[in-house]
């Protein structure tokens, strides 16, 4: 008897260091497959959820996998995070075993999110005017120029999505000592491309984060073969 629970408390653990091998392999693959198709600067951090992990490879559908990109350029913006989640990735054990570089790896859905930070958002912004997150929004501080004079400003900023990015618009500006100045907002708003995000996200929505500006965006049936 004691005999027969050894062996079993060996296949055990056995199974569970298979499990983990077994997990580590999937995980590299995916991320190397991430980094070729979307021409990523460095591999991502992939974690496949659930355990016992075997159960999910031999059926060759893995629930949910997160994916750290960590910071990346995206069209000369700079991200200072990226964290996606995939949905329902397929990817035969067989397949993975037998010919890896040909097996078809797919994501019935994917959702992520992208952080700007503020140092770029200030970069981008307007000369004169700085930004800083308030509250759940953005404030504007700082001058515009108007007619040659430095004129002071103060306002709060509405983020609207836009064709290829977002747009930051003022609303309630205030100008120092009283200055009317025509249509102020024109001095103050400026456009920051949101565009080809990583396993072609479509962006479907942006809010204030302490770290900056948060954009979200989903993707179905997206493909990570090379």
């Known amino acids: 008897m004691r005999k027969l629970a050894a062996i079993l408390v060996l296949l055990l653990v056995l199974l ?9 392999g999937v995980q590299r693959e995916i991320a190397t497959r991430a980094t070729a198709k979307y021409d990523l ?11 016992p992990f075997l159960t999910q490879a031999v059926a060759g559908r893995y629930d949910e996998v997160k994916v750290a990109a960590g910071a990346m350029n995206l069209a000369g913006v700079e991200l200072s995070s990226v964290d996606f989640t995939l949905y329902g990735v397929t990817a035969p054990l067989e397949d993975l075993v037998l010919h890896a570089d040909q097996v078809d790896i797919r994501a019935q859905r994917v959702a992520g999110v992208v952080v700007v930070s503020l140092k770029t958002l200030n970069q981008r912004a307007p000369r004169g005017i700085k930004l ?3 509250g759940d929004g953005l ?5 515009i120029t108007v007619l040659g004079r430095k004129v002071p400003a103060k306002a709060k900023m509405k983020i609207e999505l836009v064709e290829g990015g977002v747009r930051f618009v003022p609303e309630q500006v205030t100008l120092g000592g009283g200055i009317p100045v025509p249509q102020p907002e024109r001095f103050i708003s400026y456009r920051i491309p949101i565009k080809n995000l990583p396993f072609n996200l479509k962006v479907t929505g942006v809010k204030i984060v302490p770290q900056g500006l948060q954009v979200s965006g989903e993707a179905s049936d997206v493909p990570l073969h090379g």
């Open 16 to 24: 569970a260091v298979l499990d983990r091998v077994a997990v580590t």
């Open 41 to 51: 600067a460095t591999p991502p951090e992939v974690t496949i959820l659930g355990i």
């Open 132 to 134: 800083a997150v308030d």
């Open 139 to 143: 404030g504007v501080t700082g001058e």
